[in-house]
């Protein structure tokens, strides 16, 4: 079982309006706060992002590097998957895979795919079509 995942980013600040919205609205909670960092809690597993140090800034992201690839996250069914899709599109989200929504990932696998502001590939799956 994972206990927590984190991920630092080039720019805190931004990253926190994008998953004060994404995460809130996936039932996580704000569990920890301190000037280089914060986290959200789902039940017993946290997310927690920290702010690149400025030395490692220029390395940058990509998600094709090796290393993180991308995260997705789970909700019931595809009417969940859409309203989701609807407000972070609003919210400016850079959506993936437009052409192919919401069946990217196959003719059984209903999701919605974006970046976030280090351009990490995230995903909102159906459980259930």
């Known amino acids: 079982m994972i206990h927590h995942i984190e991920i630092y980013v080039s720019n ?3 990253t926190r309006k994008f998953y004060d919205l994404l995460l809130s609205e996936l039932g996580y909670r704000l569990y920890q706060d301190w000037e280089q ?3 959200y809690k789902y039940g017993n597993y946290y997310i927690v992002f920290v702010q690149t140090e ?3 800034l220029k390395n940058g992201y990509h998600r ?5 690839n991308h995260l997705a996250f789970a909700v019931d069914n595809g ?6 899709r609807q407000k972070l599109i609003n919210n400016g ?4 895979y437009v052409n192919s929504y ?3 990932g196959g003719p059984n696998h209903y999701a919605f795919y974006f970046e976030d502001p280090d351009r990490i590939k995230v ?3 159906a459980k259930e079509i």
């Open 12 to 14: 805190l600040s931004e």
């Open 37 to 39: 960092g914060f986290s």
């Open 54 to 56: 400025d030395e490692y």
């Open 64 to 68: 094709k590097n090796t290393g993180l």
């Open 79 to 84: 009417q969940k998957v859409d309203k989701l």
């Open 93 to 96: 989200v850079n959506e993936q």
């Open 102 to 104: 919401p069946f990217a």
């Open 123 to 125: 995903e909102i799956v």
